[in-house]
């Protein structure tokens, strides 16, 4: 019988010459990363856009359904080669997934804390079944970042929010992925804003695969709030975050200062977009280009809309967006709108009113 080398290849192993491992680092990894980026059929001619190329890195397709793996991997093998016993994180859902899931995977005990009723079904599941501690806490995103904060104050629980400098360091390769398949940096890097720890990491990533010479220029950053949670657009904490996207439903992001620099050093902006356009955005993409995203990651989509109607975008450039998480992680949102369903009698008749070609 035939051998078949069944080879694993995470983000660790692959890009490991840019990340803080050794090694004596046991590399946890369930090969998160390598996500399609694809090309957008529909929105450049919806948007009129002649000479502009579109891509979506599709980060739904992670293990855990969301880019928050490729920093997990990393934050739960550094706290691995550290002998931690427990982890702890706060979360507006996709953190907790991917904490859960990797703690699982080499028996730490993981503790979440989650914003009561503000996290999708998909999400609170996947805590639920990787088996984690789940702590729902009466308050928002901000506050259960706090109390993270102060439990794991005296090193005996490892924090693996974003604030834990190995997740920045496994989210950058994304932006090396992104080059590695276009050759170059893409003009423009579209992309949600929460906590802002992703914005950070992939300017971090593109400055650095610049500098080892693997791509000749950089992009400019063009981030996205939701309006209901926009403290950095506003310039001031936001106490009561509101927003369908739930996954940046945060007042005072931790990666604030790191989400400006990346702003202004590579000359982009963070705007804000409406929940009503986050909703059309979110259509748009699933029914139009087949692929299933996130409201949070339809904010990025939203946002290109936004920008490119007032003319932002040159010629002859490449934007790529980042869409952040699945589609399948919020049903209750995706079964939200009235449009879909027929319900009929089982004869030929009654469907075939229905099924006009
Ligand atoms: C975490 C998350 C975000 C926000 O990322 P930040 O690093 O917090 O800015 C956006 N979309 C999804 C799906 C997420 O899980």
Redo the contacts with the bound molecule.
Sequence with gaps: MKKYAIKKIGIIERYQEYLPVTERTPIISLNEGNTPLILAEALPGYLGLKNIRIYYKFEGLNPTG???DRGMTMAISKAMEAGAKAVMCAS????SASAAAYASRCGLKCFVLIPEGKIAKGKLIQAYRYGAKTIMVKGNFDQALEMVKQMTQDGKITLVN?INPYRIEGQKTAAFEIVDDLGDAPEYHAI????????TAYWKGYKEYQKAGKSETLPKMVGFQAAGSAPIVLGHRVEKPETIAT??R?GN?A?WQSALAARDESGGLIEAVTDDEIAWAYKFIAEREGVFA?P??AAAVAGVIKLARRNYFQEGTRIVITL??SGL?DPDYALSFDDLVEVVEPTYEAVRRVVQP
């Design positions: 969301s880019f928050k507006t859902g996709n953190t974003s949600p804003v929460g906590n802002a720890g992703n914005i996954a940046i945060i992001p990666g996130e949070a990651s952040t998480g992680k």
